[in-house]
C-alpha cells in the first residue's frame, strides 16, 4: 500500500518513513519466503540495507514488526475500501469498484496474503484482536454493499459471500500472476456477488 506524502514533512522525518517502509516490505518479502520464526532482526535489517541494530530504532522487537505489517495493511485495506464506497455512484458501481480495489490490493501484496495467512497467530492478543476488529470492519463495509445490492438477503449469508470473495481473490499468492489474472478474478468476483 503506498504512503502519502505530506509535503509539511522534513527530509529526516520522511527518510525515517522510507527505511520504515523498506523494512516492512522486507519484512513481507522474508516472513513469506521463510516463515516469521525464521526471520531474525538482523535478516530485516540486512535486506532493509541496514544495520540490525538499526531496525530497533523503528521497531523494538520482531513482534512489532509483524504487527506494523499487518496492521498497516489491514487499516489500509479498511481507509481503501472506505473511500470506495464514498465516492462510487450506485450500488453496482460500488461493489465493481470494491473488486477492483480488493484484486489490485491482492496483486500487490501476495507476500503480505501469505504471511497474514501463516503468522497472524505469532502476534500477542492486543495486536491480534487489532487485525482482526480491522478485518471484520472491512468485511462490513463489503456487507452493507451486498445489502444495497440485495435488500432481502439475511446478513449471514452476505457475510459468507464477502468471505468466499476473500478466499477467491485472495488466492493470488498461490495461482501466480499473468496479464489476465487481474480481469479473471474481477469477473468471477463479479459472478459470484451479483444477486
Known amino acids: 500500500m503506498s504512503l ?4 509539511r514533512e522534513t527530509p529526516r522525518a520522511r527518510a525515517k518513513a522510507d527505511r520504515r517502509r523498506a523494512l516492512l516490505d522486507a ?3 522474508l516472513f513469506a519466503e521463510r516463515g516469521f520464526d525464521r526471520v531474525s532482526m538482523e535478516d530485516l535489517g540486512s535486506a532493509a540495507g541496514v544495520s ?3 531496525v530497533y530504532r523503528h521497531f523494538p522487537g520482531k513482534q ?8 498497516d495493511v489491514s487499516q489500509g485495506l479498511f481507509d481503501g475500501g472506505a473511500r470506495v464506497i464514498d465516492e462510487a455512484e450506485d450500488a453496482p458501481a460500488t461493489l465493481r469498484a470494491l473488486i477492483s480495489f480488493h ?8 507476500d503480505v496474503i501469505r504471511v497474514q495467512d501463516r503468522d497472524l497467530e505469532s502476534l500477542g492478543f492486543p495486536d491480534q484482536h487489532r487485525v482482526r ?5 472491512y468485511v462490513s463495509l463489503w456487507v452493507s454493499v451486498l445489502a444495497r445490492l440485495d435488500p432481502g438477503a439475511e446478513a449471514a449469508g452476505l457475510h459468507v459471500k464477502a468471505h468466499a470473495t476473500f478466499g477467491l481473490i485472495n488466492s493470488t499468492p498461490h495461482t501466480g500472476h499473468s496479464a489476465a489474472t487481474g480481469q479473471i478474478l474481477e469477473a468471477m468476483a463479479w459472478a459470484g456477488l451479483r444477486p
Do not use: K
Not at 512489532?64 to 496492521?71: G, R, T, Y
Open 64 to 71: 512489532s514488526v509483524l504487527a506494523a505489517l499487518l496492521i
Open 27 to 29: 519484512a513481507a518479502r
Open 4 to 7: 502519502a506524502i505530506d509535503p
Open 103 to 110: 484484486v489490485a490490493f491482492a496483486l500487490a501484496n501476495a
Open 52 to 54: 540490525g541494530p538499526a
Open 133 to 137: 476488529t480491522l478485518q471484520r470492519s
